[in-house]
């Protein structure tokens, strides 16, 4: 069974803090891993995917397979990142392809 | 290209009541699935297509059915509805590979009275 865990629902931090969002798998295979964003009123969207070793909007996400985990990181946070993230994971379960999703966390930026 | 559609927006029905929540995409995607998303619960997977005339079910399928007739469609039924089942409903579809993203819905908000 695939299962992904984000053990935090709220993450408050101030603008220009470092944030973190924690996000841990449990999968037997190769995952495939990826950040989904959910703006205020608007659908989610992909925001990063680990096989491409990409930062987007200043966020990166690096798979350690030791700790099966996948954080988000970024530097110095922007009110504009105010949003719901939900971290996925990608395998294969009962000979399909699934996508499961964490239970998501809400990134606030206190101005 | 419109993406992922989904009608109805909002919608309320009287527990017991059946209804619809329709789907499609213009991507030519073989993978769609159907979200349910739920307050400190995340997005639950209902049932999932991996191509024209196959479904199966995921983590919280019990009281909806679908069926994939054709690509683009991939209709969600409620059999019977209970208040349990109000929740923001997401479509999504995806191409063929596990690494491809995942496109979405803009969401049904669905109320079960």
């Known amino acids: 069974a695939q299962r992904v865990t984000q053990p935090e629902k709220l993450l408050s931090v101030f603008k220009g803090a470092p944030v973190e969002l924690k996000c841990n798998y449990s999968?037997?295979?190769?995952?495939?891993l990826f950040w989904y964003v959910q703006y205020s009123r608007q659908r989610l969207q992909l925001l990063l995917r680990?096989?491409s070793r990409e930062s987007i909007k200043g966020f990166t996400a690096d798979l350690n397979k030791g700790e099966t985990s996948f954080h988000l990181k970024k530097p110095f946070a922007q009110e504009e990142d105010s949003a719901m993230y939900y971290c996925?994971?990608?395998?294969?379960?009962?000979?399909?392809?699934?996508?499961?999703f964490g239970t998501g966390t809400k990134l606030q930026v206190i101005p | 290209n419109a993406g992922v559609t989904q009608t109805p927006k909002f919608q309320v029905l009287k527990t017991g009541q059946s209804m619809t929540l329709q789907c499609a995409q213009d991507?030519?995607?073989?993978?769609m699935s159907w979200y349910r998303q739920d307050p400190g619960m995340g997005l639950r997977l209902i049932h999932y297509?991996?191509?024209?005339?196959?479904?199966d079910q995921g983590e919280v399928p019990n009281g909806y059915n679908v069926s994939r007739s054709t690509t683009e469609d991939f209709p969600l039924r409620l059999l019977s509805a209970a208040p349990s089942q109000t929740s923001v409903y997401f479509c999504?579809?995806?191409?063929?590979?596990?690494?491809?993203?995942?496109?979405f819905g803009p969401g049904t908000r669905l109320t079960v009275l």
């Open positions: 999504a579809s995806r191409a063929e590979l596990s690494t491809d993203t995942q496109y």
């Open positions: 999968y037997s295979g190769s995952p495939e």
């Open positions: 680990h096989i």
């Open positions: 996925a994971l990608s395998g294969i379960s009962g000979g399909y392809q699934k996508v499961t």
């Open positions: 991507m030519n995607h073989e993978y």
């Open positions: 297509s991996v191509g024209a005339g196959i479904t």
